[in-house]
């Protein structure tokens, strides 16, 4: 199946080269063998790292730098954090967050970053700075990844900045479902993937947005950030194309203005977070004349997405 990310997003990368002028006035000795925080050691400043010394650690290490006093962090949170990492036998970073002025958001826990990065957040407080060294089996292994060699053992400075627990499922009042000409959506609230029966019809010919569970949430606007779990389907054959439940972790959207697929935005804006909402996307709302990876053209999109929480 093709990720809905790669469709109408660029997705978001962990790793780019980005290097910058250092900065921070302080520093921190090394703990647990881990090298040292040369300046800017504060939570919120830009840190720079001594090289490693000795043999690199073979296990997995976190160190607390400073501990915050939010709540701990877990698998299936929304998490927000800056960092800054580096190779163990290198004085120089090989990417940060901090120069791109962003943060960097990711749901612990469900593989969309290193192991040593699930492994060395999770317990950590809102308001930490952890220092973690990772040994290649829990980073890049044998393949490496860009400017980072083969067998690297990693190290990450790390700020968690913000936590947003995740539910499994939607939950709210059940919507009628009573339109023959509709797709059917199942109200399930377990976190499995819902069952959706298409008709055997010609599709609608303006977009579709209805509840099948509506919550009591704000409502989603365009400049939310938003986090789904979603089942979309082609209306002929009643085909899936893509599926959050399929790879077992759900899909952070950008803000919806920046999503190109306009019935997916037009759909979700102004729908309350923690419902389920069905979306029928015609094809001048979709993807048109154009194929896009296994989506025909001209093709009638069918989508259950969960508006789990806003990011």
Known sequence: MRRLAGLIVVPLL???????NDTGSDSAPSKNGLPAITAGAKFGEKPTLAKGEGDPPKELKADVISEGDGAKVKDGDYIEVNYLGQAWDSDEPFDNSFDRGEPFGLTLGAGQVIKGWDEGLKGQKVGSRVE??????????????????????????VDVLKSTSVPKAAEGAEAAQDDAALPKVGVNADGKAPKITIPKTDPPKKLVSNYILESDGAEVTAKDTVIVAYEAYLWKDAKKFDSTYAVGRNQTLPPLEQISLKGLKDGLTGKKIGSRVLLVIPPDQAFGEQEQQGVPKNSTLVFSVDILAKA
């Open 14 to 20: 962990l790793l780019t080269a980005a290097c910058g």
């Open 132 to 157: 973690i060294g990772i040994p290649p089996e829990l980073g890049y292994g044998e393949q490496g990844q860009g400017d980072i060699k083969p067998n690297a053992t990693l190290v990450f400075v």
